[in-house]
C-alpha cells in the first residue's frame, strides 16, 4: 500500500546529498569558516548554510560542523541535530531539497524557524567503537556547547529534537534514548529507512560493534519503550532492505507518523521524506527564545 499511517501523530526525514554552497572564510573562535549562501524558493531570501572545522574531544580529531539555516533565521533559533548514513559525513547528512523546503515552509509561515545541525560521526552507529572515539559523546556533550557559543539551539544550545537517515536513523533513536536517561527527552526524532537489523549474522557484517552483547545493549528495537513518549515520525521504502526491521519497530511503538511506501533505499526516495519531515518538527518546534 501507498502509506500507513499509524498511531497517535504525523512524518519524518530523510538524508542523502549536500547542500552546495560557495563562499568565503571567516574566523569563528579560531575556527575556519565556510558560509554558504544558497538561494531560497521565495524570491528575494536567502538560505544559509555554514561549514566550520572543530575539535572534538570525545571523537579525538577535528569534524566539520554544518548548519542548515532558513532565511532570516533568529537569535537562538531551535536546531534539530541530524545524523548522516553509513559512508557519509556532515556534508550528505541532509536529503536533496530540505534547506529549500525549510526555507519556504518558514517563509509562508506554515512551520516556526528553526535549522538543523550535522556532524562527521564515523562509520560505527553512532557509538563509540574503537576507545577514544565517542560520536555519541560529542552529539550529547559537545554539540550543545558550540550550538550555544553561535547563538543557536536557544540558552543551552541543546538540540530541540533528532533525526537520522540508514546509520543516523539507529543513532537517532540511541541518542533519543539517552536523552531520555538524562531527564532531557527531545521534543521528536525523525527517522528515514533506519538501519534496524534483526539478525546479529546481517549486523556484525558492519564491524561496528565488538560483538553480539554490545549490538543488543544499543539495538533501538530492544529499547522501544526507552523513547515511546517520544513523537517519532518513520518513513521507509517498502522495497528497503531495512524494512523488515522498520514493520516491527511500527509494530511495537506505534509512533506518530509511518509511511511504508514504494521505494527501495535511495536519495530519490529519501527526497519525498522532506514536506513531511519539515512538517513533523514543525509541529514539535518551540519558538526561538527571546
Do not use: N
Amino acid at each position: 500500500m501507498p502509506g500507513h499511517r499509524v498511531g497517535r501523530r504525523a512524518v519524518l526525514l530523510g538524508g542523502a546529498g549536500a547542500v552546495a554552497a560557495a563562499g568565503v572564510l571567516a574566523g569563528t573562535d579560531g575556527a575556519r569558516t565556510l558560509l554558504g549562501l544558497v538561494p531560497s524558493s521565495p524570491e528575494g531570501t536567502r538560505e544559509e548554510t555554514r561549514t566550520e572545522r572543530v575539535y572534538s574531544a570525545a571523537r579525538g580529531r577535528h569534524v566539520d560542523l554544518v548548519t542548515l539555516l532558513p532565511p532570516g533565521a533568529p537569535d537562538r533559533l531551535p536546531m534539530c541535530l541530524l545524523l548522516h548514513g553509513r559512508g557519509g559525513d556532515a556534508h550528505s547528512a541532509a536529503p536533496s531539497g530540505l534547506l529549500a523546503g525549510l526555507g519556504g515552509e518558514v517563509a509562508r509561515g506554515a512551520v516556526p524557524p528553526f535549522g538543523f545541525v550535522a556532524v562527521d560521526g564515523g562509520d560505527t552507529y553512532w557509538q563509540e567503537h574503537v576507545p577514544g572515539d565517542d560520536p555519541m559523546a560529542m552529539v550529547l556533550d559537545e554539540v550543545p556547547g558550540w550550538l550555544r557559543d553561535r547563538g543557536l539551539g536557544g540558552r543551552t544550545g541543546l538540540p530541540f529534537a533528532c533525526a537520522g537517515t540508514s546509520m543516523g536513523g539507529f543513532g537517532a533513536l540511541l541518542y533519543a534514548r539517552l536523552r531520555v536517561r538524562r531527564r532531557l527527552p527531545p521534543s521528536a526524532v525523525g527517522l528515514i529507512s533506519p538501519a534496524l537489523l534483526r539478525s546479529w549474522d546481517e549486523m556484525r557484517k558492519r564491524r561496528a560493534f565488538r560483538d553480539r552483547a554490545e549490538w543488543r545493549s544499543l539495538d533501538p528495537l530492544r529499547h522501544v519503550e526507552a523513547t515511546r513518549d517520544v513523537p517519532t515520525g518513520v518513513w521507509c521504502g517498502t522495497d528497503d532492505p531495512f524494512v523488515a526491521g522498520v514493520r516491527e519497530f511500527v509494530a511495537r511503538a506505534r509512533p506518530e507518523v509511518a509511511h511504508l511506501g514504494p521505494g527501495g533505499h535511495s536519495g530519490a526516495f529519501f527526497r519525498t521524506a522532506v514536506p513531511g519531515l519539515v512538517a513533523f518538527l514543525g509541529r514539535h518546534c518551540p519558538r526561538a527564545a527571546r
